[in-house]
Nanobody, 126 residues
Framework: QLDESGGGLVQAGGSLRLSCAASGRTFSYYYMGWFRQAPGNEREFVATISANGGSTYYADSVKGRFTISKDNAKNTVYLQMNSLKPEDTAIYYC?????????????????????WGQGTQVTVSS
């Protein structure tokens, strides 16, 4: 089970930190991803991180502004979002993939992820 939190309303240029808490005892075997869906749009990739937290990959639209991190001791993945823009407004979802046997350290493909949170709303006003 994945539970996102930290969404809200913020002005353009502001910051938010999203959290995604996972239940279970093998969190360190999962790579994680953040995705988002704006009204009228398809869900899109935002960022992903390897199971040990050592490797990350970002969508071009957020590179340099967002940072994904993973704390295996707390079973939590974070998305620090800085310099927010109105076009970042969306529902943000975290997702998990059991990766013990996986050859890839992470993935930007939604189809790879078996577990999804319920989403948290982020609204950026201009």
């Amino acid at each position: 089970q994945l539970d996102e939190s930290g969404g809200g309303l913020v002005q353009a240029g502001g910051s938010l930190r999203l959290s995604c808490a996972a239940s279970g005892r093998t969190f360190s075997y999962y790579y994680m991803g953040w995705f988002r869906q704006a009204p009228g749009n398809e869900r899109e990739f935002v960022a992903t991180i390897s199971a040990n937290g050592g490797s990350t990959y970002y969508a071009d639209s957020v590179k340099g502004r967002f940072t994904i991190s993973k704390d295996n001791a707390k079973n939590t993945v974070y998305l620090q979002m800085n310099s927010l823009k109105p076009e970042d407004t969306a529902i943000y979802y975290c997702a998990a993939k059991y990766a013990y046997w996986d050859t890839k350290p992470y993935s930007a493909e939604q189809s790879e992820y078996a577990y999804w949170g319920q989403g948290t709303q982020v609204t950026v006003s201009s």
